[in-house]
């Protein structure tokens, strides 16, 4: 049986970013996978050298709407690593609040995705209506939905008012508590695991060697979370707890999605009880001096890391991002090997691409040359 | 820390501690494979995070940092390529997750890794002019605007 | 007004063409499909492919890579087709105005029926953007 050339992108009708995939097709089990990315690509790393370093957490936090709080963090941290700077406990705290807070929505904004693609509507439609309340408290906190720049170097811009700490422990116990009932449907709705279980296997072995990080490396049971091994802002007075599950599959990966939403509830519960008062900023320094800083955060999707080299003024010399869905394209190019076209969608969508994949899906047969399409209805319906 | 000095040996040329769990370790252009080859055979699991390249003007400065699991050190490998000279050695077959980060390195900054098996540009679009950098300081963005 | 453009203004379906955004725009204008804000009550679908869809959303810079795609796209969708703007960088090319790969701005490569500025743009905002479209096309009959 010769094999086809199948080409995924760059349109999809949910949410995600333009890139594209080329797999190589034998009948239905997919051999081999070229990744074909770069749509989005808008040259950042070169315009946060013509910033200074106030205008570049606008820009950094921008790299990814999602997650914009992560890399807010993580840049102010690369340039306080630099200026050596020491934040007021407070601020540690606020940080970890806003940072949980991201987790949350973007890990609900994928587990409702993952449930739509998996012909799922309803879920998907209830568990962003959850989606709502989070949102909502992000911007009381924040200044924001989304895109806040919420983080300075220093600290942070906004305080916490007794009036909204009440409404955040009120709107996190409510939240808790559905976030168990969706525990039972992904855990174990028989649809849901069918379209799951075994699908789109990734070993340890090949997570550790192909570098993979977050959620898609701890659901093939290697336990590396930022927060656990190399603690930032407020997380080793926190009492954190590391989810990892160890099948290595579609369904573990959205398990491990699914437990940390919950720990992050805990975790800002615990950050309300313990954060101390005081201020949350710091006058930041004039310049950067000339030095390297590098912070890693553990951001939804994996790690984090910017790397930054300060020249002794006001713009960096250079700022080098490295984004988690990056480090996980070897990883899910492993694990589209020797699964079927239907399982595509599910297996793209369980590393929590930052980038998308599609609607559209071209097959070109090499022999005929004849061009076919399929929408992704059609596709995820020829699984099961 | 001192451990990690043991390893590298004499390839290398400079190791400072940064703070209580990173070490800033310079060798040879030669030398980073066997200092990641020494690094992983004594420390086992090793994290690559990120490769950075810097273009400082009068050299490009190569940093692999590298996370080691169970000794919970991050150990900046630096190396340095001459400008006229910008090629080392691929480590894709010690880490094969590096694959992505050396083409990005290369489609930036104009480094040549010997060995890699893909090496082809990653994010720029089909029509970018060859030999332009963008990463470089002297790269000439005016012409693609 | 015919039965055509009353169809038409009751019910537009949209397609949602991400030009390389930093997904803001895209989260907000997703977030405009659920409960809370809930725009099916309008007969607005999100639809999947080009050749259903009345209208376009368009987000993000639109980078190098895929002003080609999106002018396709746009192509294929039949007439009539409207393009709504979401966002500040599809007005101007936003916070990347000068970064080497981004068009300043989608009507550079489309016609834009209506603009919603914002980084991003509230829901709300979304929606009142597509609500004067509909009120443009009830104008124009």
């Known amino acids: 049986m010769s094999s086809i050339d199948l080409v995924i992108g760059p349109q999809h009708p949910a949410l995600h970013e333009p890139e594209r995939f080329l797999f190589k097709v034998e009948g239905e089990t997919v051999i081999d996978v070229e990744p074909r990315i770069g749509y989005v690509h808008r040259g950042i790393e070169k ?43 407070r601020a540690k705290y606020l940080r970890v609040i806003a940072h949980e807070l991201n987790r949350i929505h973007s890990h609900i904004l994928l587990l409702g995705v993952a449930g739509e693609l998996l012909g799922f509507m309803t879920l998907f439609m209830l568990m962003w209506r959850d989606r709502e309340d989070v949102m909502d408290l992000i911007e009381r906190l924040t200044g924001n939905r989304v895109n806040s720049a919420y983080n300075v170097v220093g600290g942070v811009r906004r305080d916490i008012d007794s009036k909204l700490a009440e ?38 072995a090949k997570a550790v060697d192909l570098c993979a990080v977050g959620p898609t490396t701890r659901g093939s049971g290697v336990k590396a979370d930022v927060r656990d091994y190399l603690p930032y802002a407020a997380y080793e007075d926190l009492d954190f707890k590391l989810v990892s599950y160890e099948e290595g599959d579609v369904w573990a990966r959205l398990m491990v999605r699914v437990d940390e939403t919950l720990e992050a509830i805990e975790l800002i519960k615990r950050s309300l ?29 994996g790690d984090l890391n910017y790397h930054v080299y300060g020249k002794g003024a006001s713009t960096p010399d250079r700022v080098k991002i490295r984004t988690p869905t990056y480090a996980n394209i070897p990883a899910v190019c492993e ?50 | 820390m001192k451990a990690v000095r043991e390893v590298l040996g004499s390839s290398l040329l400079e190791g400072v501690t940064v703070k209580p769990n990173r070490v800033n370790m310079v060798v040879d252009k030669g030398a980073h494979r066997r200092a990641i080859e020494a690094l992983k055979s004594k420390f086992g699991e090793v994290h690559l995070f990120s490769i950075v390249g810097a273009d400082l003007k009068d050299r490009l400065e190569l940093t692999y940092n590298l996370w080691l699991y169970e000794a919970k050190i991050h150990v900046m490998l630096k190396t340095s390529l001459p400008l006229d000279g910008l090629e080392i050695e691929t480590i894709t077959d010690l880490i094969p997750g590096s694959t992505l980060y050396e083409r990005e390195v290369y489609e930036m900054l104009g480094v040549i890794f010997k060995g890699h098996p893909n090496l082809k540009r ?24 | 007004m015919g039965l055509i453009s009353w169809a038409r203004l009751k019910s537009p379906w949209i397609l949602h063409f991400n030009s390389g955004g930093c ?18 009550r309008f007969g607005i679908l999100l639809k999947g492919s080009p050749r259903h869809a009345d209208v376009i959303v368009v987000t993000g810079p639109i980078t190098r890579q895929v002003a080609a795609r999106l002018k396709r796209i746009y192509e294929q ?11 500040t960088c599809t007005l101007s090319g936003g916070v990347f105005q000068d970064c080497y790969n981004v068009l300043k701005g989608v009507d550079k490569v489309v016609p834009v029926d209506a603009y919603v500025p914002g980084c991003p743009p509230r829901p709300d905002a979304i929606i009142y953007g597509i609500a004067k479209l509909l009120g443009k096309l009830k104008g124009g009959g």
């Open chain 3, 77 to 87: 969708v039949p007439d009539p087709k409207f393009v709504v703007a979401v966002g």
């Open chain 1, 335 to 384: 694990m589209f090997k020797g699964g079927y076209i239907a399982d595509i969608p599910a297996t793209l969508v369980s590393i929590d691409p930052c980038f998308a994949c599609t609607d559209r899906v071209a097959i070109i047969n090499v022999e005929t040359g004849e061009r076919r399409s399929l929408t992704i209805e059609e596709l995820t319906r020829r699984g099961k």
């Open chain 2, 122 to 145: 990653l994010f720029l679009p089909e029509d970018w002019p060859e030999g332009l950098w963008p990463l470089r300081k002297n790269a000439k963005l005016e012409e693609v605007a």
């Open chain 3, 23 to 40: 997904n803001g725009c895209d989260i907000e204008v997703l977030a405009v499909l659920t409960p809370r804000f809930d725009v099916e």
């Open chain 1, 167 to 204: 409404d955040l422990r009120k709107v996190m116990d409510r939240l808790y508590e559905r976030m168990v009932r969706y525990k039972k449907v992904f855990a174990n709705d028989p649809t849901v695991r069918a379209r799951t279980v075994g699908v789109g296997l990734l070993s340890r």
């Open chain 1, 273 to 301: 009880d313990k954060m101390p008062s005081g201020p949350i900023c710091i006058k930041p320094p004039r310049v950067i001096p000339k030095g390297e800083g590098f912070s890693v955060v553990e951001a939804p999707r």
């Open chain 1, 47 to 89: 315009a946060l050298e013509n910033r200074t370093f106030v205008q570049g957490v606008y820009l950094a936090e921008r790299v990814c709407g999602i997650c914009n709080v992560a890399h807010s963090l993580c840049y102010v941290q690369a340039m306080e690593d630099i200026c050596e700077v020491e934040l007021p406990e």
